[in-house]
């Protein structure tokens, strides 16, 4: 009788866990994934705290009077003649909203300063409001900043001039080609196919075509050889784990974008990871299973094909973070067959995320896990669409403006077109992921487990080589820069022009306005924080390839006839050639 009332009470269980989680999926769907628990949440500390700082609401009278006065002067100058053409507002050096010369005419520039003086009064009543935990400032400050974004004069026909004037030269063709795109995007959308003009950049074609071998196969990933271009390469292979947020061959565009190429053609032997893009049948692949199929089959792999030789680690964003703890457990585990690691726009530490922390909290975790719940992975669609949200000015309304009102079309380039070929995340690594790193940061704080055990990032002994980028939204550069005090070993920092994708992909050119930071960071230099090392560190113009390259052929040892494709001997022979198959999913 017991056993029955428990099993009941169990069912009963599942049964109202079911009806949360398809109640808050389906509230989910209606918000985009966003919690609306954690938005309320966030407001709610911002606006008590707010309603008892009489300070900060007197504070905020004087500069909304200040800016109506100053307003008002203006709105008289312009009128009689005399204005001072001096503005007050507050943008961006990235701003471009504002930039055409129609806009400093009047009344456009009266209207697009009252804008702008309206978005920094409510970022200053958002923000420095004693008491509000930091976490929900920057959600306050990050949703009314989208709001703002979304009713700026520059998305509207009626206050925008440079919209206005393409209408009269063109008679309103272009809000006819503009509706066009529009109906063209929407259908793209509805049958999930590519933007326009990705039609251009075919895998295997004209992307992702550096000679090479598929090797290996299990199911997560396929391993790539790519095939040498030198009469002698270094002894110490190189193998890249890119993210699985995003498909492989961002290191490997059309050839005079691609890394791969570039290291082929220095004299490295190159191996490259490109994952599975899961489906609901594999919602349970687990971080372990991204370590164990992933990096620790591809290092077995290599060992095999190329025996006796350590070998070079390279990880791009996640597949940075990845590495580090591939290099932390083999360290614990007294493996050391690794030579280097190279960490591309990867995060170690977790405490300073950006401003995709706005999205990590218990609360969001919790909502986007019942969304993973009932699909099994994380849609595209919504990474996507967090992504946009951060760079809402250049990725959703300036494109609304220059494709809906202008009607024109940029042309897609290799890297937008790699941008748009989305890859999904499993429900329980993706889970796994937010929860142990960005929420806990447990890597960091050294309470990560591998196979049941911690590992510690001061264990790793190798030569290491970390890049950042400026502009970086979603791995922050001084947050990438925590490598210094998190390990022990030297550590060369670059921090290059760009942001995320953009400063890698960054083949050396003749004629470029990239630049780059450079040293080495030993014992000593331990306790440099990142702004003091910025300062003291001068630029270098150019890319920052050459000197990564340097840096590792320093690292190796000697030139070798190059090794076959595959080891026919240690059973791994050519499947198929690069790209290979895991790289067309959809």
Known sequence: MATQVKEIKEQQQKYSEAIDRSFQSAVGRLTNGISPAALTLAFFDWYIHLSIHPSKQMELLDLAQENFWHLVSQYVGQLYGNATGEYIAITTPHDKRFIDESWQQFPYSFIFESFLLIQHWWHCAATHVRGVSRHHEDVVDFTLRQ??????????????????????????????????????????????????????????????????????????????????????????????????????????????????????????????????????????????????????????????????????????CLGGTLSAIAAATMARDNDNRLASMTIFAGQIDFTEPGELGLFIDASQITFLENLMQEKGYLDTHQMAG????????????????????????????????????????????????????????????????????????????????????????????????????????????????????????????????????????KEGDRYIDADTWYKITKPSGGSWWPAWEKWLTEQSSVMIEPPPVGNENAGFVPLEDAPGSYVLQK
């Open 386 to 521: 967090a992504f946009q949200l951060l760079r809402s000015n250049d990725l959703i309304w300036s494109r609304m403006i220059h494709d809906y009102m202008l009607g024109k079309r940029k042309p897609l380039t290799d890297l937008m077109a790699w941008n748009a070929d989305a890859t999904r995340l499993p429900y329980k690594m993706h889970s796994e992921y937010l929860r142990n790193l960005f929420l806990n940061n447990q890597l960091a704080e050294g309470k990560y487990l591998v196979q049941g055990r911690p590992i510690a990032l001061t264990d790793i002994k190798i030569p290491m080589f970390a890049v950042a980028t400026e502009r970086d939204h979603v791995s922050p550069w001084r947050s990438v820069f925590k490598i210094n005090i998190l390990t022990v070993g030297n550590v060369t920092f670059t921090l290059t022009s760009g942001g995320h994708n953009v400063g890698i992909v960054s083949l050396p050119v003749k004629k470029t306005k990239r630049h780059y930071r450079i040293s080495m960071l």
């Open 147 to 316: 709001v703002l974004d979304m009713l700026s004069p520059a998305n509207s026909p009626f206050t925008n001039p440079e919209v206005q004037r393409a209408a009269i030269e063109e008679k309103g063709e272009n809000f006819v080609r503009g509706f066009e795109n529009f109906l063209d995007d929407m259908r793209r959308y509805q049958m999930n196919e590519p933007p326009a003009g990705a039609e251009n950049y075919v895998i295997g074609e004209n992307i992702a075509v550096t000679p090479g071998k598929v090797i290996y196969r299990n199911r997560l990933i396929e391993l790539i050889q790519y095939s040498p271009a030198t009469a002698e390469v270094y002894a110490e292979p190189v193998l890249i784990t890119p993210a699985w947020i995003m498909k492989y061959y961002i290191l490997d565009l059309t050839p005079k974008h691609s890394l791969v190429k570039y290291l082929v053609k220095k004299g490295h032997t190159v191996f490259m990871i490109s994952w599975k893009n899961p489906k609901k049948k594999d919602r349970d692949l687990s971080m372990e299973d991204y370590l164990d199929l992933g990096i620790m089959s591809a290092l077995d792999v290599i060992s095999a094909v190329i025996p006796h030789q350590k070998i070079h680690l390279v990880g791009y």
